[in-house]
């Protein structure tokens, strides 16, 4: 520690910097399950975009993603939604209900899905969200954990997604866990457990004291005016996760196809 405070920048938007696989390899199918019930104001377009995005590895990436629905959703909320979406028939819809509901059991989703939010500051006498230092051990398992203990109910389709597993664990690191939210924080949708990775359109690398110290700065500067940007859970766990269970899902979803028929 040198004694510097830790500073960020005036709200950004999330820099696009995208990681662009050496050889992106298409999916034959969209996984609707990764939007988190965004999928229905989304073109087939954009869902191919953002499942590239959110399945190619790279924490990076998921916080563009999860700026990009974020989007989205503001628009939806707006009345604002695409005239070119794809509607299914009654039968088609059935079916791919079905074959969600297949790999959803075999295939879970990490607990912790990449998330984009704009706050406004708050004092820190009045916190509406409170942070903790935390321990990562470096494994993959931990995106499937909102806490420290993994949900049983998950642990066979856990095992399948890690099965396809190279690397199961990375150099253990320090971040920032939110531990409590309310009012504002809990209103827009921020839970226990999320993990900070990106502040103001950077990676967040600071500690708890640091970000509370921060938004606190920002409250007293202009009382309250002035707002700032988080992205939770585009870690390299949530990354690595996505990915090997899109890699399981290409499996699962073949074998559903010919089962259901």
């Not at 909320?77 to 509901?101: A, C, F, W, Y």
């Not at 704009?118 to 935390?134: G, N, V, W, Y």
């Not at 409250?219 to 707002?227: A, C, H, L, V």
Request: hydrophobic share 35%; glycine share 6%; with cysteine.
């Amino acid at each position: 520690d040198n004694g510097e405070s830790y500073k960020v920048p005036e709200p950004l938007q999330i820099q696009q910097k995208l990681v662009q696989a050496t050889s992106p390899k298409k999916s034959s199918f969209i996984d609707s399950t990764i939007f988190q019930g965004i999928e229905i104001a989304m073109s087939t377009e954009e869902q191919e975009y953002v499942q590239d995005l959110m399945t190619m590895g790279q924490s990076e990436n998921l916080a563009h993603a999860a700026q990009i629905l974020d989007g989205i959703l503001q628009l939806t909320m707006l009345g604002m939604v695409p005239k070119n979406l794809k509607e299914r028939s009654r039968n088609e819809e059935r079916r791919h209900i079905e074959i969600m509901d297949v790999f959803k059991k075999q295939c879970p989703l990490p607990a912790r899905l990449p998330k984009y939010y704009m706050l406004s500051s708050f004092p820190s006498r009045k916190p509406c969200i409170q942070f903790e230092d935390d321990l990562w051990d470096g494994s993959i398992v931990d995106a499937f954990s909102r806490m420290s203990v993994t949900n049983k109910r998950n642990l066979q389709g856990i095992q399948n997604i890690m099965k396809g597993a190279n690397v199961s664990k990375f150099q253990p690191k320090l971040r920032v866990r939110i531990t409590s939210v309310k009012g504002q924080a809990g209103k827009v949708g921020l839970q226990k457990g999320d993990i900070i990775t990106h502040l103001n359109g950077e990676i967040f690398q600071g500690s708890a004291n640091d970000i509370q110290e921060y938004i606190s700065r920002l409250y007293e500067s202009d009382n309250g005016s002035s707002k700032f940007q988080i992205v939770v859970n585009a870690d390299d766990a949530t990354a690595k996760a996505l990915k090997l269970r899109s890699e399981r899902c290409e499996m699962i979803m073949q074998e559903a196809k010919r089962n259901i028929q």
